[in-house]
Each structure stands twice: as structure tokens, then as C-alpha cells.
């Protein structure tokens, strides 16, 4: 997994309360299990239009926030069904963090486990970071996971909590496997210690 230390990108503003996770990746994407390739579906109903055509009006499709790396959401982001696909297809785009004054919490741990910074802010915070995010491409954000605080483009600074535990693992770029992996040696010194015994 890709370690998280410090992010500056461009924040794209989705003013949209309860964005579930049929909205991010829509059901007729879930056909794979392959973790790529799911970005050119992302928030696909309303990136594109019927004809399959963009649509202009989709804060993604505006030149200015194409590559962003950063979401600044309204309430309950990622709520809806558990699909991991969600934060696949975020991950696939280029989204490394998503800032929200709630998620989830199916999709908020997912986020953990794929390399996706979750942010829970309170709503005077977001209010703040979503008028940055409004400044088209001046809506650079940097968030910094070390000293657990976002600065916006004039100097302001978002201070924001996380659990201990997984700030270590993004920082480290550990998902499960790779908290497995660090373990390693004391995993092959009792199998090796078991390798003795009559049921082995």
C-alpha cells in the first residue's frame, strides 16, 4: 500500500449530503475484483450523460479540478452498501483523501485499508475548506497526516483527530497484509518451533 505522509492537491467541492457508494461506483462495476481500471466509473451517473457524453456541469469534468486529489464532502459520505469498490475506484482516479464532516463507517475503514485518508471535521471547519475548494485551481489543499492538520491556500490551518493506530499504518503504508509481513520473522520462529511437535 502506498504510504500517506503529506498530500498538496487539488480539493474538488462535492456540496452533495449522503453520497453513498452506489453513487461512487455504480453496481454495473462491480463485475471485477481487479482494484484497477474502476476510476473511469467513478461517480459515473453523474460524470456522464446518457449518451455517455461528460457532463460539464460535474465538479470532475471541469478543467480545473480533473486531477484533484482530494474531496471536500457534505454529511455521511459513503454510506449505502459495504462494496470496497468505493474506495477502489477513489484510489484509481488519483482521490487520496476525502475531507467530510461524517462517514460510514463500512466505508471509512475501507478507506484505511486501500491507502485513503478519511478527514471528520467539524461543520465551521468544512464550511471553511469547501469555500477553498470553490476557488477552482487555486483550491490546493495540503494535508499533513504527521502534524494532523490541513492549510488552505491563504495560510489557514484545519487541525483534525485520528486514531493512533492508523495513522501509523498510512504513514507506513501497512494494510493487512502488510501488518502480516512485519511480523514475519516471529511468525517463522513458531512454525519452526511447532515444526517439532507430532502433530505438525
Not at 5 to 14: E, F, I, S
Not at 102 to 130: E, H, W
Not at 162 to 191: M, Q, W
Request: glycine share 8%.
Amino acid at each position: 500500500m502506498e504510504k500517506f505522509t503529506k498530500l498538496t492537491g487539488v480539493a474538488a467541492p462535492l456540496k452533495i449530503v449522503n453520497i453513498d457508494t452506489d453513487m461512487i461506483i455504480p453496481k454495473q462495476y462491480l463485475k471485477t475484483i481487479a482494484r484497477t481500471g474502476l476510476g473511469k466509473g467513478l461517480f459515473s451517473e453523474m460524470r456522464y450523460n446518457e449518451d455517455g457524453s461528460e457532463n460539464p456541469d460535474f465538479v470532475l469534468n471541469k478543467p480545473a479540478y480533473r486531477k484533484a486529489q482530494i474531496i471536500v464532502a457534505e454529511d455521511n459520505f459513503g454510506c449505502g452498501s459495504s462494496r470496497e469498490h468505493a474506495p477502489w475506484a477513489l484510489l484509481d482516479y488519483g482521490i487520496r483523501c476525502i475531507i467530510s464532516t461524517s462517514f460510514a463507517d463500512i466505508f471509512y475503514n475501507n478507506c484505511f485499508k486501500n491507502g485513503i485518508l478519511p478527514i471528520t471535521v467539524p461543520k465551521d471547519d468544512l464550511a471553511r475548506l469547501m469555500d477553498d475548494a470553490e476557488r477552482g485551481s487555486n483550491a490546493t489543499l495540503t494535508v499533513d497526516l504527521e502534524a494532523q492538520e490541513i492549510r488552505g491556500p491563504d495560510g489557514g490551518v484545519v487541525k483534525f483527530d485520528i486514531d493512533p493506530f492508523r495513522k501509523h499504518c498510512l504513514i507506513n503504508g501497512l494494510d493487512d497484509i502488510g501488518l502480516t509481513l512485519v511480523k514475519a520473522d516471529k511468525i517463522a520462529s513458531y512454525e519452526k518451533k511447532l515444526a517439532g511437535q507430532p502433530w505438525a
